[in-house]
């Protein structure tokens, strides 16, 4: 079973700079993708960013391209979201998760994930 643990979080003003990561336990870890998810307070889980088992493929939704980036070090069992540009409207528990699937509609899909973590908190301020 994989374990993920993300870290990273924390509170910005708009306009800066913060890298999230989530990290595996499990080292089967190379063959999930793994997607940031996030949160905001009464809203739906909403895709952000993934990348597929070997960094091939990534997507990133409309509303952070260009800010956002996604990448991973298998050899560290790590997947790193840096945000660039921060506005208020990204302010959201963060999560990560882990899912076998390739296919862009699945893997943009929260029902598609075998594996989620805790969750870290991202407050912009304007």
């Known amino acids: 079973q994989v374990q993920l643990v993300e870290s990273g979080g924390g509170l910005v003003q708009a306009g800066g700079s913060l890298r999230l990561s989530c990290a595996a336990s499990?080292?089967?870890?190379?063959?999930?993708?793994v997607g940031w998810f996030r949160q905001a307070p009464g809203n739906e889980r909403e895709f952000v960013a993934v990348?597929?088992?070997?960094?091939?493929?990534?997507y990133t939704t409309n509303s952070v391209k260009g800010r956002f980036t996604i990448s991973r070090d298998n050899a560290k069992n790590t997947v790193y979201l840096q945000m660039n540009s921060l506005k208020p409207e990204d302010t959201a528990v963060y999560y990560c998760?882990?899912?076998?699937?390739?296919?862009?509609?699945?893997?943009?899909?929260?029902?598609?994930?075998?594996?989620w973590g805790q969750g870290t908190r991202v407050t912009v301020s304007s």
């Open positions: 499990e080292l089967t870890f190379s063959r999930y993708s």
């Open positions: 998760g882990a899912t076998t699937y390739t296919v862009y509609g699945y893997i943009t899909s929260s029902r598609s994930y075998d594996y």
């Open positions: 990348i597929t088992y070997n960094g091939g493929t990534t």
